[in-house]
């Protein structure tokens, strides 16, 4: 969560509250700022989960993004 | 046949080759029309006439009033320039310049070119196009399409209809329920393809609107029942981020300016099962090259060989084309020739063959595509440097599964400067903070590395891996 507070300060966005059910498009970050949030969690996470498979879904709320990299730690 | 190909054809004389359309129409977010109108109205307030044979800068916002007036001066302007809505107007004196204008159609302030050689219209509202429209000249209308530059600067690419339209076959009667869509604006050569494909076969278009939500977009185009679209590879992803992305059920999906990987066409191939899904290579200089229609990335070797009117080759692993749909020139300072001796065209797209194969590895100029947006690294490092405590910069790109690629930065710091370790978060920020003032957010670094020393070949120039 700290990444997506701290992008949307670097890109001067507004950030709407954090909840499970937010729909990422409608957080007030754009495409940039995901890609973003992805390349730093994964130099801090070592994991990409957007890559490791060719099959990659697509999160659409907050809550599937959480689970999304909570399923590809495990 | 394709009637462009007949360079005395305008545009209008497309649309009015193509039947009855007065039940086809284009959509914007904000008004619509019908193409039956766009044909036979004006958003000039009948002035084109004046603009006859001169080079008019087009500078709106709004990409409905862009559209109605690039049909209205196809034809009668010399030169027809297509601002895109994004470049900033810091950029305009020099496109005017370089474009030789004397005139510009624009609903945004141009201040500081109200000179008296430069005509100046502002789109009005519709009127119906009065019994004497505006004379004809007899030569081909050039279209100048802005691309992005080493320096920030854009680049100007010199099309005709006839070079754009080269991939359209045009004339026949649409299909009753086709619909085409694109994410792209119609300034871009992406969008201008589909703009034109819409127009030249008579089928009802769906823009997009940089003041929308893609949800609202998507919402839209499915209410108009859009059954073709159109988007880069991170204009199909974002959509994929969206719980709109089912209100649409195309029956083609077509992805244009960036590399598809396999896993946008395989999410995409499961969000739409009934439609054909389609990527092809096009660059605005070597125009539409080709389309790949198997599913997968890259595209068959054969292609090279057995593609109609574009003769394909490869030269230091980069694909060269040649076909009437390719640019004519470039305007302005960057004065390289877009065509070689022999009419190819290098798209500096590096190509590696595997497996009969052919599969996109990166650019022999190093052009980053971030999201089908180009950044160029000279002009990054250009900013880096400018630093004080930078002594020199590569900026390299990081593949990334949202935008394609993101821009990085490995940083070499003078010596004197030798900054305590604890200092260097805020030297990080420091860095970060001139490129924000001085780039476009999709050029500013995602990550800035510190490293002690930069591989400098024996000609005292970086050495790139690009590809």
């Not at chain 2, 300034?187 to 997009?208: E, W």
């Not at chain 2, 992305?245 to 739409?272: C, F, K, T, W």
């Not at chain 2, 190819?344 to 089908?372: A, C, K, P």
């Not at chain 2, 900026?395 to 935008?403: A, D, L």
Request: charged share 20%; glycine share 8%; aromatic share 6%.
């Amino acid at each position: 969560m700290a990444q997506f507070r701290q992008v949307a300060r670097e890109q001067g966005r507004r950030l709407a509250p954090l909840t499970d059910g937010l729909e990422l498009l409608n957080s007030g970050l754009d495409s940039l700022c995901f890609a973003i949030i992805v390349t730093r969690l994964e130099g801090s996470l070592g994991l990409d989960p957007f890559s490791a498979s060719e099959d990659a879904r697509f999160p659409v709320t907050l809550g599937d993004f959480v689970s999304f990299y909570e399923h590809a730690a495990k | 046949m394709n009637m462009l190909r007949n360079s005395r054809a305008s545009l209008r004389d497309g649309l009015s080759a193509v039947g009855d359309l007065t039940a086809r129409s284009v959509f914007g977010a904000e008004a619509s029309r019908a193409w039956s109108d766009l044909a036979a109205g004006t958003v000039l307030a009948g002035r084109a006439n004046e603009l006859c044979r001169r080079s008019v800068v087009v500078a709106t916002t709004n990409q409905l009033t862009a559209l109605a007036t690039l049909v209205e001066l196809d034809g009668a302007a010399r030169r027809i320039v297509l601002y895109p809505p994004d470049l900033s107007l810091e950029y305009l004196p020099y496109v005017v310049q370089s474009a030789a204008a004397d005139a510009i159609v624009s609903d945004r302030p141009t201040t500081g070119l109200e000179t008296p050689g430069i005509a100046s219209l502002t789109p009005s509202s519709w009127t119906m196009m009065p019994a004497n429209p505006a004379p004809k000249v007899e030569h081909e209308t050039e279209w100048v399409l802005l691309t992005s530059g080493t320096t920030g600067r854009p680049k100007l690419v010199v099309h005709t209809l006839a070079s754009l339209a080269g991939a359209i076959e045009g004339g026949r009667p649409p299909a009753d329920r086709m619909v085409w869509s694109t994410f792209y604006d119609i300034r871009r050569y992406g969008g201008l393809q589909i703009f034109l494909r819409a127009a030249l076969t008579g089928t009802s278009l769906v823009l997009s609107s940089a003041q929308e939500t893609t949800a609202d977009f998507l919402a839209r185009a499915g209410a108009h029942g859009v059954t073709h679209i159109s988007g880069t590879p991170s204009h199909w992803r974002r959509a994929s981020m969206s719980s709109s992305a089912h209100l649409i059920a195309p029956e083609y999906v077509r992805l244009s300016g960036e590399i598809a990987d396999q896993a946008i066409l395989n999410h995409l191939r499961s969000l739409y099962p009934q439609a054909r899904i389609a990527h092809a290579f096009a660059t605005t200089e070597a125009g539409v090259v080709f389309d790949v229609n198997d599913g997968l990335m890259g595209f068959p070797a054969d292609v090279i060989e057995h593609t109609p009117h574009v003769v394909m080759k490869i030269e230091n692993r980069s694909l060269r084309v040649r076909s009437n749909r390719t640019a004519r020139c470039y305007l302005g300072d960057y004065n390289h020739a877009i065509r070689d001796a022999e009419g190819f065209v290098d798209t500096g797209d590096v190509l590696q063959l595997r497996e009969g194969r052919y599969y996109f590895v990166g650019r022999g100029d190093g052009m980053i595509n971030v999201g089908g947006m180009k950044v160029y690294p000279e002009e990054v490092e250009a900013v880096i440097n400018g630093h004080p405590k930078v002594q020199m910069s590569l900026v390299r790109t990081k593949k990334n599964p949202i935008t394609g690629a993101l821009v990085v930065a490995d940083v070499v710091l003078k010596i004197a400067s030798g900054p305590a370790s604890n200092d260097m978060g805020e030297l990080h920020q420091d860095i970060l903070r001139l490129c924000r003032e001085a780039l476009p957010s999709h050029k500013v670094p995602a990550a800035i590395n510190f490293v002690p020393a930069l591989a400098v070949a024996d000609t005292g120039k970086l050495i790139r891996r690009h590809a």
